[in-house]
Each structure stands twice: as structure tokens, then as C-alpha cells.
């Protein structure tokens, strides 16, 4: 098995500071199971750590998981602490699949989830965050991800540019 790490790009990808966001890892060495690929994530840890700290998220395509189980093992590959839904207190409405697997939303499928902060509404929140799709929606589904640094400095310079606007204004 080789233990190279493929990056892949996409059309919606974006660029932040000279970075690839979302980071996304492709499963070209066809890794074909799950033992394989935990294998894979503990030859390569350091430099996929290093690649969630620059970017802030890491997409993994092509890898094979099945099931909660599967992700479970997957993420729990990474050597992060574990979050269970009961740690979290969290008052929302989810289905605990495994220890460290749970759902994200039980909302019916018509309705839209508006982009968020995962997890704001608990008084303990976790360090990292995993998901997992185990079957993709027919349309619609995708997640959406921003980069909070990149968003506040953009929110900075905005309410710099209103400040002086209002003080020649006054």
C-alpha cells in the first residue's frame, strides 16, 4: 500500500492566502478497506494534521466507508480525543449511531439548514469535528464550510470602511 497522500481540486474550490480550501484528499491508491485505510491516515498522520491546521477543513473522497462504523474507525484513526453526543449537552435532535457517531440534523428533508457554527449551542463543544455522508442527497445536500480568519478580517475591513464612511458623514 502506498502511503502518498493525492490532493485533488474542484471547480468550487477557493484559495485563502495561497491555500486550497477545502484541502481535499482523493483515494487514489483504490485503499479497498477500512483497516487499510486507517493504516493509510496512521503512515501519513503528521502531514494530514499539518494540512487541518493550515486549511482548517480536510475533505477525504473515494475512501472506503460503509457505515457509522466504518467512520468511526476512520476518524478515531486521527488519535483525537473522543466527543460523545452526551458530552456536548447539546438540546438538539440526533441519533447517536456509535460512541463518537451521531447525526447531524433529524430535520425533514425539505427544509433548508442555513450556513451555521456547528455546535454553538453547547456549553462544550469539541476541538475537531468529522462528518461523514453515507448517502448524498439527490439534490442539494452540499456542506458549507467558511473560514472564520478570513471572514472577520473581511468583516474588519468592512466596518472600517462604514466607520469612515459615517465620520466624513457627521
Given at each position: 500500500m502506498s502511503s502518498t497522500i493525492h490532493f485533488a481540486q474542484v471547480?468550487?474550490?477557493?484559495?485563502?492566502?495561497?491555500?486550497?480550501?477545502?484541502?481535499?484528499?482523493?483515494?487514489?491508491?483504490?485503499?479497498?478497506?477500512?483497516?487499510?485505510?486507517?493504516e493509510w491516515v496512521n503512515a501519513n498522520l503528521e502531514q494530514l494534521k499539518?494540512?487541518?491546521?493550515?486549511?482548517g477543513v480536510v475533505l477525504f473522497r473515494g475512501f472506503p466507508l460503509h457505515s457509522a462504523e466504518?467512520?468511526?474507525?476512520?476518524?478515531?484513526a486521527f488519535g483525537y480525543e473522543g466527543f460523545t453526543y452526551k458530552e456536548s449537552l447539546?438540546?438538539?435532535?440526533?441519533?447517536?449511531?456509535?460512541?463518537?457517531?451521531?447525526?447531524?440534523?433529524?430535520?425533514?428533508?425539505?427544509?433548508?439548514?442555513?450556513?451555521?457554527?456547528?455546535?454553538?449551542?453547547?456549553?462544550?463543544?469539541?476541538?475537531?469535528?468529522?462528518?461523514?455522508?453515507?448517502?448524498?442527497?439527490?439534490?442539494?445536500?452540499q456542506r458549507q464550510y467558511?473560514?472564520?480568519?478570513v471572514y472577520l478580517k473581511r468583516c474588519r475591513k468592512w466596518l472600517q470602511h462604514w466607520r469612515m464612511q459615517w465620520k466624513q458623514e457627521a
Amino acid at each position: 500500500m502506498s502511503s502518498t497522500i493525492h490532493f485533488a481540486q474542484v471547480e468550487t474550490q477557493h484559495q485563502y492566502d495561497g491555500l486550497d480550501f477545502p484541502k481535499i484528499v482523493a483515494n487514489n491508491d483504490k485503499i479497498e478497506s477500512i483497516d487499510l485505510a486507517c493504516e493509510w491516515v496512521n503512515a501519513n498522520l503528521e502531514q494530514l494534521k499539518q494540512e487541518l491546521a493550515q486549511s482548517g477543513v480536510v475533505l477525504f473522497r473515494g475512501f472506503p466507508l460503509h457505515s457509522a462504523e466504518d467512520f468511526d474507525k476512520f476518524s478515531a484513526a486521527f488519535g483525537y480525543e473522543g466527543f460523545t453526543y452526551k458530552e456536548s449537552l447539546s438540546n438538539a435532535v440526533r441519533i447517536n449511531f456509535t460512541e463518537r457517531v451521531f447525526t447531524a440534523n433529524e430535520a425533514p428533508k425539505d427544509v433548508e439548514i442555513f450556513l451555521h457554527h456547528e455546535m454553538a449551542q453547547t456549553p462544550i463543544s469539541p476541538d475537531k469535528l468529522f462528518f461523514f455522508c453515507l448517502s448524498p442527497a439527490e439534490k442539494g445536500g452540499q456542506r458549507q464550510y467558511v473560514v472564520l480568519t478570513v471572514y472577520l478580517k473581511r468583516c474588519r475591513k468592512w466596518l472600517q470602511h462604514w466607520r469612515m464612511q459615517w465620520k466624513q458623514e457627521a
